[in-house]
């Protein structure tokens, strides 16, 4: 091989290598995944880029943080939130692509308590109003599934018996509240408030009393990957990759 040749092959070597990274860079996927769907999103793109060999990226955040990312038009491809508030909201002003809002899983409440402490039975309607008018305190968040609570409180006839007591979390997981033995018992998503360092989680609502959040993605408007965004939202719609939701303690969309 003369010395021309060899130059010449190096050369085509190196420009496959660059060409090879820029279309390895072009298939990463930018999702911003909200506290209430952060769980179920990492199982998802860890089983997206086994089935594809392409890259996930997962910016997470929660509340005002979240909202602060989407709002400054940082780099991403996928936004996830709460339907229908949520996304609606993000499509009005801009930030998601009208037409590509999906929905992909949905979550109840769970409950859990300090390690050590008092187990009570809350799988029937019954044995979670006996703990709820027996606890010192209860706490749920204040967004998401967290409101829900107060309908749930005022079904169950022991809303004013129990309001006293109902602390609101704030900027921090219910669960690490109970771990700490600030609260008695902490309600919260079921993806969200397990597992948790300090704290056992007692199970779900009772079915009778479970009222779902619903999670839905859209592409961003910023995307300069959409063609990679829409691959993957069409992914979290799969009912083959529901296992996947389930893994990480939500449920699919209800059909």
């Known amino acids: 091989m003369t010395k021309r040749t060899t130059i010449l092959v190096a050369g085509i070597v190196i420009a496959m290598a660059a060409w090879g ?3 390895a860079q072009a298939a990463d996927v930018i999702i911003y ?9 990492r199982d998802l793109a860890a089983g997206y880029e086994k089935a594809t060999g392409n890259k996930v990226v997962i ?7 979240f909202n602060e990312k989407v709002n400054a038009n940082e780099p991403g491809d996928v936004v996830t939130g709460f339907l229908p508030a949520g996304l609606d909201d993000l499509v009005k002003r801009g930030k998601a692509v009208e037409g590509t809002v999906v929905e992909f899983a949905r979550a109840g409440n769970g409950v859990a308590v300090k390690e050590g402490a008092r187990k009570w039975d809350i799988s029937t309607t019954d044995g979670f109003k006996r703990a709820m008018l027996e606890a010192k305190s209860v ?3 204040n967004a998401g599934t967290g409101p829900y609570n107060t309908r749930m409180f005022q079904k169950l006839g022991i809303y004013d018996q129990i309001k006293d007591k109902i602390k609101l979390s704030e900027g921090r997981p219910v669960a690490s509240y109970v771990a700490s033995g600030e609260v008695e018992i ?3 998503q079921t993806n969200v408030i397990q597992p948790f ?4 989680y007692l199970g779900p609502l009772p079915p009778d009393l479970m009222e779902y959040g619903r999670f839905g993605a859209a592409v961003m408007t910023v995307s300069k990957n959409k063609e990679g965004a829409q691959a993957l939202i069409k992914f979290m719609m799969d009912p083959a990759n529901h296992a996947l939701i ?4 939500m449920e699919p969309p209800a059909r």
């Open 21 to 23: 990274q820029t279309d």
């Open 33 to 41: 995944a909200n506290q209430g769907a952060a769980s179920g999103i």
């Open 59 to 65: 910016v997470t955040a929660q509340g005002a943080a």
């Open 139 to 141: 706490m749920h968040s």
């Open 186 to 188: 902490g309600i919260q």
């Open 197 to 200: 360092p300090g704290t056992v």
């Open 246 to 249: 389930r893994k990480s303690a």
